[in-house]
């Protein structure tokens, strides 16, 4: 967790508006990852590299750094949807203010 925290939240942090700006209004975690996996493919495969599972990292984008991002994004509606390997799952929706 300290690498996330430490060196994930900083590099998504100076990146967070370039991420945003390839997203919709409003949009899920999986949209967020898969904006960050887009635009820096080689920062993501260390993140997944350095991480113990790539569901630790989409939990802990989901769960912690959106989260706290709330002077950029305010919580919306929790939707089901499938998820990449058809797996039925919840995402809560995140709206830029």
Same mark, same amino acid.
Not at 17 to 26: A, C, D, N, S, V
């Given at each position: 967790?300290?690498?996330?925290?430490?060196?994930? *939240?900083?590099?998504?942090?100076?990146?967070?508006?370039? !991420?945003?700006?390839?997203?919709? +209004?409003?949009?899920?975690?999986?949209?967020? !990852?898969?904006?960050? +996996?887009?635009?820096?493919?080689?920062?993501?495969?260390?993140?997944?590299?350095?991480?113990?599972?790539?569901?630790?990292?989409?939990?802990?984008?989901?769960?912690?750094?959106?989260?706290? +991002?709330?002077?950029?994004? *305010?919580?919306?509606? !929790?939707? *089901? +949807?499938?998820?990449?390997?058809?797996?039925?799952?919840?995402?809560?929706?995140? !709206?830029?203010?």
């Amino acid at each position: 967790m300290t690498y996330y925290k430490d060196t994930l *939240q900083a590099f998504l942090d100076n990146h967070i508006h370039e !991420i945003l700006g390839k997203l919709g +209004r409003e949009f899920d975690s999986n949209d967020f !990852i898969t904006a960050f +996996r887009l635009l820096f493919p080689n920062e993501y495969a260390t993140v997944l590299r350095r991480s113990s599972s790539y569901r630790a990292i989409h939990t802990w984008v989901a769960r912690w750094y959106l989260s706290g +991002r709330t002077d950029l994004l *305010q919580k919306g509606d !929790i939707r *089901q +949807r499938q998820s990449d390997n058809r797996n039925p799952t919840k995402n809560r929706t995140w !709206i830029k203010l």
